[in-house]
């Protein structure tokens, strides 16, 4: 296990403190990949950009024991059907801002440039999150 970091050494990669870490690991959003013959926790070093999602996600509002409810699979949300309300909304969207009015049209491409955002945070959470 010579690629495994040890807390301190993932807390550092990171930009978290251990007790971070730990915090994160308490809640079940980070999962430690073994153990040193002392007991010491192990992590993979992709926990590094995951724990850089889940700052990104508690930045973004959401509740950590939110997403670590999401992340044990406590909710039976079907990404598709997500993805395809989403699309009827942006069309619908883009029909109302052909008509409004440039005040309305500021706030809310503002909006959308968080929803953008969220969207990014969500594939970026994919692509990090192991699979299976």
Known sequence: MPDLMRIGELAAAAGVSNRTVDFYTNLGLIHPAGRTS???????PATVEL????????????GLEDVAR??????????????????????????LAETAGSAANGVAATLAIR??????LAS?????????
């Open 38 to 44: 002392g007991g010491f926790r192990l992590y993979d």
């Open 51 to 62: 724990i850089g999602t889940i700052r990104q996600l508690e930045a973004s509002g959401l």
């Open 70 to 95: 999401q992340f044990a699979g406590a909710s039976a949300t079907d990404l598709s059907d997500i993805i395809a309300r989403l699309g009827h909304d942006v069309e619908a969207l883009r029909a």
């Open 115 to 120: 929803a953008h955002h969220l969207i990014t």
């Open 124 to 132: 970026e959470l994919l692509t990090v999150m192991p699979h299976g």
